[in-house]
């Protein structure tokens, strides 16, 4: 059974940084692109950012860009969402998901779903 579990999160200050791990399990995910998502209290699920199977290939929403990085080790199937300068609006549970095929944006074009984590930014 392929499984998807997110770690890192926690409380940290505005202006801090985290680090975000979603470890994959059950099937390699060396061929699968890899998003990270977000979901605020009262909010709808949205992307964050997204990389290729190769990790050549990135995306990121605006409001994370610059500020936050993707990036992947293929070799222990784990993706990482590195966050810096954060800030109260990037508080949100942090889902980690996959496609195979190429980056996309879209909640629906991801197959599997991990558990989420809990970031929480206070000012």
């Known amino acids: 059974q392929v499984q998807l579990v997110e770690s890192g999160g926690g409380l940290v200050q505005a202006g801090g940084s985290l680090r975000l791990s979603c470890a994959a399990s059950g099937r390699t995910f060396s061929s699968a692109a890899m998003g990270w998502f977000r979901q605020a209290p009262g909010k709808e699920r949205e992307f964050v950012a997204a990389?290729?199977?190769?990790?050549?290939?990135?995306d990121y929403a605006d409001s994370v860009k610059g500020r936050f990085t993707i990036s992947r080790d293929n070799a222990k199937n784990t993706v990482y969402l590195q966050m810096s300068s954060l800030k109260r609006e990037d508080t949100a549970v942090y889902y980690c998901a996959v496609r195979w095929g190429g980056i996309r944006r879209q909640r629906s074009e991801y197959a599997i779903w991990g558990q989420g984590t809990q970031v929480t930014v206070s000012s």
């Open positions: 990389i290729s199977w190769s990790g050549r290939d990135t």
